[in-house]
Protein backbone atom coordinates (compact mmCIF):
# COMPACT_ATOMS: atom_id res chain seq x y z
CA UNK A 1 0.00 0.00 0.00
CA UNK A 2 1.57 3.53 -0.52
CA UNK A 3 1.41 6.01 2.36
CA UNK A 4 -1.26 7.45 3.23
CA UNK A 5 -1.46 11.51 2.61
CA UNK A 6 -1.55 13.68 5.66
CA UNK A 7 -3.75 16.58 6.95
CA UNK A 8 -2.54 18.51 3.84
CA UNK A 9 -3.50 15.53 1.35
CA UNK A 10 0.40 15.54 0.75
CA UNK A 11 2.31 11.84 0.65
CA UNK A 12 4.69 11.43 3.38
CA UNK A 13 7.52 11.43 1.26
CA UNK A 14 10.91 11.39 1.62
CA UNK A 15 11.59 15.32 1.74
CA UNK A 16 15.32 14.96 1.24
CA UNK A 17 13.88 14.37 -2.45
CA UNK A 18 11.36 17.12 -3.58
CA UNK A 19 11.93 16.74 -7.03
CA UNK A 20 9.77 12.76 -6.70
CA UNK A 21 7.21 14.93 -4.92
CA UNK A 22 3.86 13.50 -5.02
CA UNK A 23 1.58 15.44 -3.54
CA UNK A 24 -2.52 13.49 -3.15
CA UNK A 25 -5.66 15.60 -2.49
CA UNK A 26 -8.61 13.86 -1.49
CA UNK A 27 -11.35 16.64 -2.85
CA UNK A 28 -15.14 16.96 -2.50
CA UNK A 29 -17.30 15.24 -4.76
CA UNK A 30 -15.29 11.50 -4.45
CA UNK A 31 -12.44 13.33 -6.39
CA UNK A 32 -8.52 13.11 -6.22
CA UNK A 33 -5.88 15.15 -7.65
CA UNK A 34 -2.49 14.23 -7.20
CA UNK A 35 0.21 16.26 -8.69
CA UNK A 36 3.82 15.07 -9.68
CA UNK A 37 6.64 18.20 -8.94
CA UNK A 38 9.96 17.97 -10.47
CA UNK A 39 11.06 15.05 -12.33
CA UNK A 40 9.78 11.74 -12.43
CA UNK A 41 11.24 8.30 -14.13
CA UNK A 42 11.59 4.53 -13.57
CA UNK A 43 12.69 5.33 -10.08
CA UNK A 44 9.00 6.70 -9.12
CA UNK A 45 7.29 5.41 -11.30
CA UNK A 46 6.02 2.42 -9.04
CA UNK A 47 5.22 4.71 -6.72
CA UNK A 48 2.76 6.82 -8.43
CA UNK A 49 0.76 3.67 -10.01
CA UNK A 50 0.24 2.41 -5.94
CA UNK A 51 -0.99 5.58 -5.29
CA UNK A 52 -3.52 5.41 -8.44
CA UNK A 53 -4.84 2.28 -7.60
CA UNK A 54 -5.13 2.50 -3.70
CA UNK A 55 -7.40 5.97 -5.16
CA UNK A 56 -9.26 4.03 -7.39
CA UNK A 57 -10.00 1.65 -5.19
CA UNK A 58 -12.26 4.53 -3.25
CA UNK A 59 -12.37 6.97 -5.46
CA UNK A 60 -14.15 7.18 -8.89
CA UNK A 61 -12.63 10.68 -10.32
CA UNK A 62 -8.96 10.85 -10.35
CA UNK A 63 -6.85 14.19 -12.21
CA UNK A 64 -2.57 13.83 -12.29
CA UNK A 65 -1.49 17.77 -12.67
CA UNK A 66 1.55 17.19 -14.97
CA UNK A 67 1.99 21.55 -14.55
CA UNK A 68 4.93 21.18 -12.15
CA UNK A 69 6.26 18.31 -13.48
CA UNK A 70 9.77 19.00 -15.19
CA UNK A 71 10.58 15.37 -16.92
CA UNK A 72 8.69 12.20 -17.45
CA UNK A 73 9.82 9.15 -19.23
CA UNK A 74 8.08 6.27 -20.79
CA UNK A 75 7.89 4.56 -17.47
CA UNK A 76 5.80 7.18 -16.06
CA UNK A 77 4.04 7.59 -19.52
CA UNK A 78 3.02 3.51 -18.79
CA UNK A 79 1.69 4.25 -15.65
CA UNK A 80 -0.76 7.19 -16.75
CA UNK A 81 -1.61 4.59 -19.85
CA UNK A 82 -2.53 2.11 -17.55
CA UNK A 83 -4.99 4.55 -15.06
CA UNK A 84 -6.90 5.74 -18.18
CA UNK A 85 -7.55 1.94 -19.80
CA UNK A 86 -8.96 1.54 -16.20
CA UNK A 87 -11.27 4.01 -16.32
CA UNK A 88 -12.23 2.83 -19.68
CA UNK A 89 -13.31 -0.64 -18.58
CA UNK A 90 -15.06 0.50 -15.90
CA UNK A 91 -17.80 2.93 -15.93
CA UNK A 92 -18.52 5.64 -13.82
CA UNK A 93 -14.50 6.08 -13.20
CA UNK A 94 -12.67 8.73 -14.84
CA UNK A 95 -9.35 9.78 -15.89
CA UNK A 96 -8.12 13.28 -16.58
CA UNK A 97 -4.39 15.50 -16.74
CA UNK A 98 -2.94 18.70 -16.57
CA UNK A 99 -0.28 19.51 -18.76
CA UNK A 100 1.22 23.06 -19.55
CA UNK A 101 1.69 23.98 -22.93
CA UNK A 102 5.17 23.75 -24.58
CA UNK A 103 6.65 21.92 -21.44
CA UNK A 104 8.67 18.41 -21.89
CA UNK A 105 5.74 16.33 -20.75
CA UNK A 106 3.67 17.87 -23.11
CA UNK A 107 6.07 17.74 -25.93
CA UNK A 108 6.77 13.85 -24.79
CA UNK A 109 2.62 13.36 -24.63
CA UNK A 110 2.07 15.02 -28.19
CA UNK A 111 5.04 12.76 -29.91
CA UNK A 112 3.48 9.60 -28.76
CA UNK A 113 -0.32 11.18 -29.73
CA UNK A 114 -1.65 10.70 -26.28
CA UNK A 115 -2.97 14.38 -26.45
CA UNK A 116 -5.34 12.86 -28.17
CA UNK A 117 -6.13 10.01 -26.72
CA UNK A 118 -6.18 11.12 -23.08
CA UNK A 119 -8.80 14.11 -21.46
CA UNK A 120 -6.23 16.91 -21.21
CA UNK A 121 -7.17 19.86 -19.95
CA UNK A 122 -4.90 23.21 -19.05
CA UNK A 123 -5.64 24.13 -15.79
CA UNK A 124 -6.30 22.33 -12.66
CA UNK A 125 -9.84 24.23 -12.38
CA UNK A 126 -11.01 23.19 -15.66
CA UNK A 127 -10.28 19.40 -15.17
CA UNK A 128 -12.17 19.68 -11.98
CA UNK A 129 -14.83 21.32 -13.18
CA UNK A 130 -14.72 18.57 -15.88
CA UNK A 131 -15.15 16.07 -12.89
CA UNK A 132 -18.08 17.50 -11.38
CA UNK A 133 -19.00 15.79 -8.08
CA UNK A 134 -22.08 15.51 -9.73
CA UNK A 135 -21.92 12.20 -11.30
CA UNK A 136 -25.40 12.66 -13.87
CA UNK A 137 -23.75 16.05 -14.50
CA UNK A 138 -20.70 14.80 -14.95
CA UNK A 139 -21.54 11.41 -17.69
CA UNK A 140 -23.66 13.95 -19.64
CA UNK A 141 -20.78 15.93 -20.35
CA UNK A 142 -18.46 12.69 -20.95
CA UNK A 143 -21.45 11.98 -23.55
CA UNK A 144 -21.37 15.30 -24.65
CA UNK A 145 -17.99 15.49 -25.48
CA UNK A 146 -17.93 12.25 -27.51
CA UNK A 147 -20.54 13.43 -29.67
CA UNK A 148 -18.84 16.37 -30.05
CA UNK A 149 -15.98 14.55 -31.35
CA UNK A 150 -18.26 12.64 -33.69
CA UNK A 151 -20.22 15.58 -34.90
CA UNK A 152 -16.54 17.07 -36.38
CA UNK A 153 -15.27 14.17 -37.76
CA UNK A 154 -19.02 14.38 -39.78
CA UNK A 155 -18.71 17.67 -40.88
CA UNK A 156 -14.95 17.14 -41.63
CA UNK A 157 -16.16 13.93 -43.88
CA UNK A 158 -18.73 16.09 -45.12
CA UNK A 159 -16.41 18.64 -46.74
CA UNK A 160 -14.17 16.14 -48.37
CA UNK A 161 -16.93 14.77 -49.68
CA UNK A 162 -17.59 17.90 -51.77
CA UNK A 163 -14.53 17.99 -52.57
CA UNK A 164 -14.42 15.06 -53.93
CA UNK A 165 -17.79 16.06 -56.03
CA UNK A 166 -15.70 19.01 -57.08
CA UNK A 167 -12.86 17.04 -58.64
CA UNK A 168 -12.06 16.58 -62.30
CA UNK A 169 -11.73 12.75 -61.91
CA UNK A 170 -13.42 9.78 -61.74
CA UNK A 171 -14.10 7.67 -58.09
CA UNK A 172 -12.25 5.04 -59.61
CA UNK A 173 -9.32 7.16 -60.18
CA UNK A 174 -6.33 5.47 -58.37
CA UNK A 175 -3.32 7.45 -59.96
CA UNK A 176 -3.70 11.15 -58.58
CA UNK A 177 -3.17 12.19 -54.83
CA UNK A 178 -6.04 14.76 -53.96
CA UNK A 179 -5.78 16.42 -50.78
CA UNK A 180 -8.46 16.49 -48.32
CA UNK A 181 -8.64 17.53 -44.52
CA UNK A 182 -8.14 15.39 -41.59
CA UNK A 183 -11.52 13.89 -40.52
CA UNK A 184 -10.52 13.69 -37.08
CA UNK A 185 -12.89 14.60 -34.32
CA UNK A 186 -10.62 18.08 -33.21
CA UNK A 187 -12.44 20.70 -34.60
CA UNK A 188 -9.21 23.06 -34.54
CA UNK A 189 -7.40 20.48 -37.02
CA UNK A 190 -6.19 22.09 -39.64
CA UNK A 191 -4.04 19.68 -41.13
CA UNK A 192 -4.19 17.62 -44.48
CA UNK A 193 -3.07 14.25 -46.07
CA UNK A 194 -3.25 13.05 -49.74
CA UNK A 195 -5.37 9.74 -51.09
CA UNK A 196 -6.67 8.99 -54.93
CA UNK A 197 -10.06 8.99 -55.44
CA UNK A 198 -10.22 5.44 -55.54
CA UNK A 199 -8.79 5.10 -51.98
CA UNK A 200 -10.85 7.98 -50.42
CA UNK A 201 -13.71 6.46 -51.69
CA UNK A 202 -12.62 2.62 -50.35
CA UNK A 203 -11.66 4.56 -47.12
CA UNK A 204 -15.77 5.35 -46.73
CA UNK A 205 -16.97 2.03 -47.41
CA UNK A 206 -19.68 3.05 -44.21
CA UNK A 207 -21.32 5.99 -42.86
CA UNK A 208 -19.03 5.08 -39.64
CA UNK A 209 -15.58 4.91 -41.36
CA UNK A 210 -13.42 8.21 -41.25
CA UNK A 211 -9.96 9.31 -43.12
CA UNK A 212 -7.26 10.79 -40.62
CA UNK A 213 -3.80 11.53 -40.06
CA UNK A 214 -2.14 8.79 -38.35
CA UNK A 215 -2.20 9.39 -34.31
CA UNK A 216 -5.19 11.17 -34.83
CA UNK A 217 -7.48 9.05 -33.52
CA UNK A 218 -9.82 9.00 -30.05
CA UNK A 219 -10.35 5.26 -28.55
CA UNK A 220 -12.65 6.32 -26.49
CA UNK A 221 -15.32 6.53 -29.63
CA UNK A 222 -13.36 5.16 -32.59
CA UNK A 223 -11.12 2.07 -33.77
CA UNK A 224 -8.48 2.36 -35.92
CA UNK A 225 -9.45 -0.53 -38.92
CA UNK A 226 -6.61 0.19 -40.99
CA UNK A 227 -3.69 2.58 -41.11
CA UNK A 228 -1.02 3.40 -44.17
CA UNK A 229 2.07 5.79 -43.54
CA UNK A 230 0.34 8.68 -44.65
CA UNK A 231 -3.67 7.90 -43.41
CA UNK A 232 -5.78 5.60 -41.31
CA UNK A 233 -9.78 4.78 -41.32
CA UNK A 234 -11.35 5.00 -38.19
CA UNK A 235 -14.03 3.28 -37.39
CA UNK A 236 -16.98 5.03 -35.06
CA UNK A 237 -18.53 2.71 -32.66
CA UNK A 238 -22.11 2.28 -33.66
CA UNK A 239 -23.98 3.21 -30.25
CA UNK A 240 -22.03 6.53 -30.67
CA UNK A 241 -23.16 7.23 -34.14
CA UNK A 242 -26.56 6.48 -33.09
CA UNK A 243 -26.34 8.58 -30.41
CA UNK A 244 -25.26 11.88 -32.44
CA UNK A 245 -27.96 10.65 -34.83
CA UNK A 246 -30.49 10.84 -32.51
CA UNK A 247 -29.29 14.12 -30.95
CA UNK A 248 -29.65 16.31 -33.77
CA UNK A 249 -32.91 15.00 -35.21
Known amino acids: MPPPP ?97 TPPERLLRLVGLLRRLDVFRSVEEALAEF ?29 NRRLEAEDVAPTDTEELLPFVCECGDEDCIETLAVTAAQFVEAHGAPNLFLVKPGHVYPDVERVVAEQPTYAIVEKYADLLRGTEEATS
Open 132 to 160: DDDDVVSLRRWKDRKQRIIKNEQAFRDYN
Open 6 to 102: DHEGRSRMDASAPRNDVIVQDLEGDRWLVTLQGEHDVSTAAAVRAQLEAIFRTGTAVVVDLSKTSFIDSSVLAVLIDANTLTEEHEGKRFGLVVAPD
